[in-house]
């Protein structure tokens, strides 16, 4: 009888320490009526981007995504690109966040000719605050740009996630399964809602 109890009791124990480990691991991140996460990354001039200089000031497309000169990334980003001037319309900026570096996001954007802004969140912290996933380990893309060879390195690889912030501070969007030829068209029919 002992015995079992004893067994009982370890087994009961190890459920708990189960139990918390994933609830220390396992981030709910923003769910749409939340405010967004407060924080400061580098630009990609290379000066620091504050989301309290732009929150609650107008609408704000936040887009995590993996990595930059990569096919489905570069797809988003030249959508979000071609769709500037109907966004500016709508009174709202578009934000890029993944885990390269300033002078990744300087390479990206002279590439592509982006016109919005791209924030080098190289530890991931950003988009752990936000919920979407992340992988840490170093990963690189080979690319051709202006006729010289580069290697993008980055340590941090995000899920693609979209977000968008209404004047008013709060999450009004959010998709976690994005489709990223789509994404921006996506998110003109929101800033339309939004009018």
């Known amino acids: 009888m002992l015995k079992i109890a004893f067994l009982m009791t370890t087994v009961v124990a190890s459920l708990f320490v189960v139990a918390t480990a994933k609830g220390k691991d396992s981030v709910p991140g923003v769910a749409v009526g939340d405010p967004p996460p407060s924080f400061e990354l580098q630009d990609d001039t290379g000066k620091t981007w504050k989301s309290s200089d732009h929150f609650g000031k107008g609408p704000v497309v936040i887009y995590f995504y993996p990595a930059d000169m990569t096919g489905g990334c570069t797809a ?3 959508g979000f690109r071609d769709n500037a001037e109907a966004i500016k319309k709508a009174g709202a900026e578009v934000i890029g966040i993944s885990g390269d ?3 990744n996001h300087q390479l990206f954007k002279q590439a592509h000719a982006l016109n ?3 924030l080098a969140d190289i530890e991931g912290d950003v988009a752990k605050q936000f919920g979407v ?6 990963k690189s893309v ?3 740009i202006a006729g010289t060879d580069h290697r993008l390195v980055r340590n941090v ?3 693609r996630w979209t977000f ?3 004047s008013d501070g709060k999450v009004v969007y959010k998709d976690d399964a994005v489709k990223a030829k789509q ?3 996506r998110v003109l029919e929101v800033l339309e809602r939004l009018k």
Do not use: M
């Open 183 to 185: 994404d921006s068209e």
């Open 157 to 159: 690889t995000a899920k």
């Open 142 to 144: 080979n690319a051709t």
């Open 76 to 78: 988003q980003a030249c």
């Open 164 to 166: 968008v912030v209404s």
């Open 101 to 103: 570096t300033v002078g």
């Open 116 to 118: 919005f802004t791209l």
């Open 133 to 138: 996933p992340v992988t840490v380990g170093e």
